[in-house]
Nanobody, 121 residues
């Protein structure tokens, strides 16, 4: 059974940084793509970033240049480094896992339960 557990969320001032982690178990982590999504109160879930098994990355336009997705296959963990945070980045952040970035970016695969990120102005 695949299990994904996010951590690293919290409260940060605008302009600050956070690094989210998502630890995976129950699957062959290295062959899967990973993704990060977020959902702000009253809004639909939004795809944020994805990374392929080979390390290729994609980002939604609103986070390009500020967020970096990376993976450590030895630790079965994917990260989301978030810099220059803005109040509009406030959301619950979720990671997911699937066979390709195309699958994870469209919401497929297995999901974690999320971690709250709050950016104060």
């Amino acid at each position: 059974q695949v299990r994904l557990v996010e951590s690293g969320g919290g409260l940060v001032e605008a302009g600050g940084s956070l690094r989210l982690s998502c630890a995976a178990s129950g699957s062959i982590f290295s062959i899967n793509a990973m993704g990060w999504h977020r959902q702000a109160p009253g809004k639909q879930r939004e795809w944020v970033a994805g990374i392929s098994s080979g390390g290729s990355t994609r980002y939604t336009d609103s986070v390009k240049g500020r967020f970096t997705i990376s993976r450590d296959n030895a630790k079965n963990t994917v990260y989301l480094q978030m810099n220059s945070l803005k109040p509009e980045d406030t959301a619950v952040y979720y990671c997911n896992q699937g066979p390709t970035v195309g699958v994870v970016s469209t919401g497929g695969g297995y999901w974690g339960r999320g971690t709250q990120v709050t950016v104060s102005s």
